[in-house]
């Protein structure tokens, strides 16, 4: 596959292909399919927005993968339907289809929700699968955010929770959220976000030389990527067509947006460098769309994780939407939808 990512800027939209190095074969699989049978078959026509829903709890921050015959999800689930933020709770939990149109129950991974949020997905080189996320210390609900991960050889059956990078910023003032993994010959990097609104919010990265979750874990420095002057949240780290890119939301209005690594992946600093960004336009519908703007008065397209590496020639797009910030906290009644493009720049969502 062609790599075709869009330049940043108004006017046309200029398609560039990058020059960065190309993944090495020994790099862990970041792609969302896991090879072997069978193959995944997306039945477009009969798909219809949004694609995973519950009424009683919000749905975002989703990771998706194809394994052993069934799409997994992995998401935030939010529940308390209250206007009044504090009183909703926090919690990730799971959910499996065949189809991408019919999906289990949800599935939390605490009996007690206690802050756990925004997972990311991806396998490690062994081919175990690693769900990182952020929770207050000890998941208790009390404190701020720190960095964790479980795993898991099935999607089904996950480990109890595992402290990720403790020695990164380790003052209980410090909070750290939605990190993503990938893994290089060079080394295991770790994308995270740091700090508060009062404190100031910075994309950070840090580096494993032993390529071990255990670490030790050393940072890198602070990638200068920047939309509509703020930073970015809720990343992830995806090889597209043999490169390393990077999916995440702005900071501000919570669009997504994607970049290509401009060096050598397995050199640290190479991933404080990100060129070609370009906001990805998925269409809006009716259940992700409402009024003021996006990320103030309601979710067109929050926290997208991109899936690559699709049987089909398709990449498709999951994220979430709504139509409101009033309900579970004033973050909504989210929702999950999905959209699909084979060159990363046109999108479409499906026609149900």
């Keep these: 596959m062609v790599v075709l990512v869009v330049a940043a800027g108004c006017g046309a939209q200029v398609v560039h292909r990058s020059s960065a190095p190309t993944v090495p074969a020994a790099a862990a699989d970041h792609a969302c399919v896991v090879p072997g049978a069978p193959a995944p078959s997306v039945d477009w026509a009969a798909l219809h927005n949004p694609v995973l829903s519950y009424p009683d709890a919000a749905v975002k921050d989703e990771a998706l993968v194809w394994a052993a015959g069934s799409w997994h999800m992995v998401f935030s689930y939010v529940t308390g339907d209250s206007p009044v933020a504090g009183q909703e709770q926090w919690d990730i939990a799971t959910a499996e289809s065949p189809d991408l149109l019919h999906w289990t129950a949800a599935e939390p ?18 081919g175990t699968f690693v769900a990182t996320y952020d929770a207050p210390p000890g998941e208790s609900g009390a404190g701020q955010a720190k960095l964790y991960y479980r795993t898991s050889a099935d999607l089904v059956h996950w480990s109890g929770p595992q402290r990720l990078a403790p020695e990164l910023h380790p003052a209980p003032g410090d909070r750290l959220i939605d ?9 295991l990097v770790l994308a995270y976000k740091v ?9 950070e990265v840090a580096w494993s030389r032993t390529r071990s979750l255990a670490g030790p874990w050393t940072v890198v420095g602070r990638p200068g990527v920047r939309a509509y002057g703020d930073t970015f949240e809720n ?30 992946p397995s050199v640290p ?3 404080l460098h990100w060129v070609d960004g370009a906001e990805l336009h998925v269409p809006s519908e009716s259940w992700n769309s ?11 397209a ?8 699709t049987a089909d020639g398709y990449d498709y797009l999951v994220y979430a939407g709504s139509t409101e910030l009033t309900r579970f906290g004033g973050w909504g009644h989210a929702e999950i939808g999905i959209a699909r493009s084979r060159d990363l720049v046109h999108w479409t969502v499906p026609p149900g």
Aim: proline share 7%.
């Design 269 to 271: 600093t190479s991933w």
């Design 235 to 264: 990343y992830e780290l995806v090889t597209v067509g043999g490169r390393w890119h990077l999916v995440a939301t702005s900071n501000m209005f919570d669009r997504p947006w994607l970049f290509t690594l401009a060096g050598d």
């Design 109 to 126: 991974w605490s009996e007690q929700p206690g802050g756990m949020a925004s997972p990311d997905l991806v396998r490690a080189p062994d």
């Design 179 to 187: 990190p993503a993994l990938a893994w290089t010959p060079g080394g």
């Design 195 to 203: 700090g508060t609104t009062s404190q100031g919010q910075a994309f």
């Design 290 to 300: 409402g009024t003021g703007v996006t990320g103030a008065g309601y979710e067109h």
């Design 302 to 309: 929050n926290s997208a994780f991109l899936c690559e590496d």
